[in-house]
């Protein structure tokens, strides 16, 4: 009994130990192929994290060319509004350009007209200037004629208006086809108004006694200020008070001393055409003036260069 129960004891034993060297063996496999595949999965990770990272960087990449993308399109958009407005613009030329067309077609049709009223008068001119001889000099005698009635007329005016005038109140001059009287501000108005001196009066009535006696000439009265401004009740600047004064003028050569109406012209500068700078007290003496133009009537002028007044 007990030799079996020893000899159960050791094939226990024996057993026990097979079992134990068994486990071991399979556990050192398995622990094998644990770590092989606990070191596939590290690759695996590596692997994935490189191409996490990989496409992260295309993702960046992508992310940059589309923001470059973006800017590129909005940089379009601008200029694309920018050639629409310009061809707006051009739209809005070609508009103009087409009124101004039609405008220039409608003169064109006008200057036409003109041009064969025009043509008839040159075919005309030019028959008649077969005849060219006598007309240069008929233009010629009359040139002469004017200068030598210019220079007559201005010789008397300077003898009748030299006595009790001061030089500097009164100038005569010759300008080619006519003859000017300028007469000083201070001697023709009050200051500042339009109201004319007794002195001036004498003048005026001197210079009316010689247009009166030639019925070919006309006169034109022109008014110049100084460019210090004025306002008053009846007047609003210079060009009022110059208009003023050129007017009061024709007015005493038509009332007070008989001159034709009809050859008389009243015009204003105002402080414009100066002859001075008005810088200076004595350039502004200078600017107020009122000149008298004596000068032949314009029909005059025409009668002169018409051909048919060629002597035969």
Same mark, same amino acid.
């Given at each position: 009994?007990?030799?079996?129960?020893?000899?159960?004891?050791?094939?226990?034993?024996?057993?026990?130990?097979?079992?134990?060297? &068994?486990?071991?063996?399979?556990?050192?496999?398995? @622990?094998?192929?644990?770590?092989?595949?606990?070191?596939? *999965?590290?690759?695996?990770?590596?692997?994935?994290?490189?191409?996490?990272?990989?496409?992260?960087?295309?993702?960046? *990449?992508?992310?940059?060319?589309?923001?470059?993308?973006?800017?590129?399109?909005? /940089?379009?958009?601008?200029?694309?509004?920018?050639?629409?407005?310009?061809?707006?613009?051009?739209?809005?030329?070609?508009?103009?350009?087409?009124?101004?067309?039609?405008?220039?077609?409608?003169? &064109?049709?006008?200057?036409?007209?003109?041009?064969?009223?025009?043509? @008839?008068?040159?075919?005309?001119?030019?028959? #008649?200037? @077969?005849?060219?001889?006598?007309?240069?000099? =008929?233009?010629?005698?009359?040139?002469?004629?004017?200068? /030598?009635?210019? =220079?007559?007329?201005?010789?008397?005016?300077?003898?009748?208006?030299?006595?009790?005038? *001061?030089?500097?109140?009164?100038?005569?001059?010759?300008?080619?086809?006519?003859?000017?009287?300028? =007469?000083?501000?201070?001697? &023709?108005?009050?200051?500042?108004?339009?109201?004319?001196?007794?002195?001036? #009066?004498? &003048?005026?009535?001197?210079? *009316?006694?010689?247009?009166?006696?030639?019925?070919?000439?006309?006169?034109?009265?022109?008014? %110049?200020?100084?460019?210090?401004?004025?306002?008053?009740?009846?007047?609003?600047?210079?060009?009022?008070?110059?208009?003023?004064?050129?007017?009061?003028?024709?007015?005493?050569?038509?009332?007070?001393?008989?001159?034709?109406?009809?050859?008389?012209?009243?015009?204003?500068?105002? @402080? %414009?055409?100066?002859?001075?700078?008005?810088?200076?007290?004595?350039?502004?003496?200078?600017?107020?003036?009122?000149?008298?133009?004596?000068?032949?009537?314009?029909?005059?002028? %025409?009668?002169?260069?018409?051909?048919?007044?060629?002597?035969?």
């Amino acid at each position: 009994m007990n030799n079996t129960l020893k000899l159960s004891s050791i094939l226990l034993l024996i057993a026990v130990a097979f079992t134990s060297c &068994v486990s071991k063996k399979k556990l050192a496999e398995r @622990e094998a192929g644990y770590k092989k595949q606990l070191e596939i *999965a590290n690759n695996q990770l590596n692997d994935c994290e490189f191409s996490l990272n990989k496409h992260l960087g295309e993702i960046s *990449a992508c992310r940059a060319e589309l923001a470059k993308k973006e800017a590129e399109k909005k /940089s379009v958009d601008n200029l694309l509004k920018v050639r629409e407005e310009q061809i707006d613009d051009l739209k809005d030329q070609l508009t103009d350009a087409k009124s101004i067309r039609d405008k220039q077609l409608t003169q &064109v049709g006008d200057l036409t007209v003109l041009s064969q009223s025009a043509n @008839e008068n040159i075919k005309e001119t030019l028959s #008649q200037l @077969e005849n060219k001889d006598k007309y240069i000099h =008929l233009l010629q005698g009359a040139k002469t004629k004017a200068d /030598s009635i210019n =220079l007559a007329l201005a010789i008397n005016l300077k003898s009748v208006l030299k006595q009790g005038v *001061a030089d500097d109140d009164v100038e005569v001059k010759v300008d080619k086809t006519v003859v000017f009287v300028n =007469l000083s501000d201070k001697m &023709v108005f009050h200051s500042g108004s339009s109201i004319i001196t007794p002195r001036a #009066q004498e &003048v005026l009535s001197k210079i *009316a006694k010689i247009v009166k006696s030639r019925p070919d000439l006309e006169v034109m009265v022109e008014g %110049y200020t100084d460019n210090v401004p004025i306002k008053s009740s009846c007047m609003d600047d210079n060009w009022d008070l110059s208009v003023n004064r050129a007017t009061a003028v024709v007015r005493v050569l038509h009332k007070n001393y008989g001159v034709d109406p009809n050859k008389l012209i009243a015009a204003g500068r105002g @402080e %414009y055409n100066s002859i001075a700078s008005n810088d200076t007290p004595t350039g502004k003496q200078m600017n107020r003036r009122t000149r008298i133009i004596i000068l032949p009537k314009l029909n005059q002028f %025409y009668d002169l260069l018409n051909p048919s007044n060629v002597p035969k």
